[in-house]
């Protein structure tokens, strides 16, 4: 069973700086079928990259995917106050499972 | 407007049953491939299980943690999706949502992962 490690566990940053996530699967995962989602408190999760690097629609281009095999990255080139959030990677297809969770916090 | 709206959340008791639903509207739901997604309070997102739709054979998946308590299903008649839940643990409590792929409405397969969710309904199970 593929499981989906997401490190950092926090990341401490401010407005303006970049965040590096990274998604690392225990086994190699296809590229079509890796997603990340946005949640913020109370909310439900918000679709942003499918296809390990396709934006979903209305996502600012500040974020992007890449990665292929057991390596995935979420890049958000500028943190704006509201990219402070915790942030998903997921397996689909075939399979389906999340990965622990990386949240971005105000430095 | 595509819209899932999960109903039916509540407190149970250890070893109870709790059945929810989601009213889908805005989309051809008898196409749509449904899932249910829980998170535990303070806790990451953890897939519960997925439905076909019928023309692509209404199969099921489900995570190995609810698998032989929980039962998916759907009345495409209504337009619900449901979420049977038996013999419910007292780490069931969780937020449940229901989610959909529209990609399988335009291309016919999962290409997007999960792009539509409802608000999520609150189930806690505890004595």
């Known amino acids: 069973e593929i499981v989906l490690t997401q490190s950092p566990g926090t990341l401490s940053l401010s407005p303006g700086e970049r965040a590096t996530l990274s998604c690392r699967a225990s086994?190699?995962?296809?590229?079509?079928?890796l997603a990340w989602y946005q949640q913020k408190p109370g909310q439900a999760p918000r679709l942003l990259i499918y296809?390990?690097?396709s934006r979903a629609t209305g996502i600012p281009d500040r974020f992007s995917g890449s990665g292929s095999g057991t390596d995935f990255t979420l890049t958000i080139s500028r943190l704006e106050p509201e990219d402070f959030a915790v942030y998903y990677c997921?397996?689909?297809?075939?399979?389906?499972?999340f990965g622990g969770g990386t949240k971005v916090e105000i430095k | 407007e595509v819209q899932l709206v999960e109903s039916g959340g509540g407190l149970v008791k250890p070893g109870g049953s709790l059945r929810l639903s989601c009213a889908a509207s805005?989309?051809?739901?008898?196409?749509?491939?449904m899932s249910w997604v829980r998170q535990a309070p303070g806790k990451g997102l953890e897939w519960v299980g997925r439905?076909?739709?019928?023309?692509?054979?209404?199969?099921?998946d489900y995570a190995a943690p609810v698998k032989g308590r929980f039962t998916i299903s759907r009345d495409d008649s209504k337009n619900t999706l449901y979420l049977q839940m038996n013999s419910l643990k007292t780490e069931d409590t969780a937020v449940y949502y229901c989610?959909?792929?529209?990609?399988?409405?335009?291309?016919?397969?999962?290409?997007?992962?999960?792009?539509?969710w409802g608000q999520g309904t609150t189930v806690t199970v505890s004595s």
């Open positions: 989610t959909t792929d529209s990609s399988v409405l335009w291309f016919g397969e999962s290409l997007y992962g999960m792009d539509v």
């Open positions: 805005g989309f051809t739901f008898s196409n749509a491939w």
């Open positions: 439905i076909k739709s019928k023309t692509d054979g209404g199969t099921t």
């Open positions: 086994q190699s995962v296809s590229s079509s079928y």
């Open positions: 296809g390990a690097s």
């Open positions: 997921q397996q689909y297809g075939s399979s389906l499972l």
